[in-house]
């Protein structure tokens, strides 16, 4: 079973440029969620699909926004970027969003950087 | 909300066990998970208490105390390759929402 799988790996964007992040979740898996990793706050949670809806959000700002498709596969998109928001962003997936025992499966994750 | 506090760096000797903990204050209690995490790499899952008392995963185990909002993972016969950065989240109840809150993080340092 292929893992969970995110593009780019690597993206570098000047201050007010947008950027689109991407996630195949793991086969089977309905919940995706983001998460923003940075040295100095570790990882904060941006917000969970399921099902093509929002379940769950996090602190941050409206520019940050995500969807999910029919298929599962989830994007992020990052509006007028500032130098804060680079980090490593992480998506994981899970088979469901209730609460049971399921872990989170993490991809690789993206790493912006804003010049 | 959740507040989870674990230790910034530790490093401990190949061969060595090492016990890294967790604290946590949470409104509503779900259970804990351990993540390692690789430089560069993901997030990798390796234990998830629910209930108090010890689980072990061979070389690998973790501890919780859910009256004291306290965990450990304890890592016997310490590898090189266990340098690593380990991720204590609590999965609360509250709202509905089981999204996982994640501490910093603990770097562990494994020297020959």
């Known amino acids: 079973k292929a893992g969970v799988t995110q593009t780019p790996r690597y993206l570098i964007k000047t201050r007010g440029q947008q950027v689109t992040l991407s996630c195949s979740p793991i086969?089977?898996?309905?919940?995706v969620s983001w998460y923003q990793q940075t040295p100095g706050q570790g990882l904060q949670f941006l917000f969970e699909?399921?099902?093509?809806?929002?379940?769950n959000k996090g602190n941050f700002p409206g520019r940050f926004s995500g969807r999910q498709f029919s298929n599962s596969r989830s994007e992020m998109n990052v509006s007028t970027l500032e130098l804060g928001d680079s980090a490593l962003y992480l998506c994981a997936s899970s088979p469901s969003s209730t609460g049971n025992n399921s872990p989170l499966h993490f991809g690789n994750g993206t790493r912006l950087t804003v010049t | 909300g959740q507040n989870i506090d674990q230790p910034t760096e530790m490093t401990a000797t190949e061969g060595a066990i090492v016990q890294i903990n967790c604290t946590y204050q949470t409104s509503g209690f779900n259970g804990l998970f351990w993540y390692q995490q690789h430089a560069g790499e993901a997030p990798t899952f390796l234990s998830y208490?629910?209930?108090?008392g010890l689980e072990e995963k061979g070389r690998f185990s973790s501890f919780l105390s859910r009256s004291k909002g306290y965990s450990y993972l304890l890592l016997k016969e310490l590898q090189m390759k266990d340098s690593a950065s380990y991720l204590c989240a609590v999965r609360p109840l509250s709202g509905g929402s089981y999204i996982p809150t994640f501490g910093r993080g603990t770097s562990l340092i494994v020297h020959p």
């Open positions: 699909y399921f099902s093509e809806t929002q379940r």
């Open positions: 208490n629910v209930l108090d």
């Open positions: 086969s089977g898996h309905r919940s």
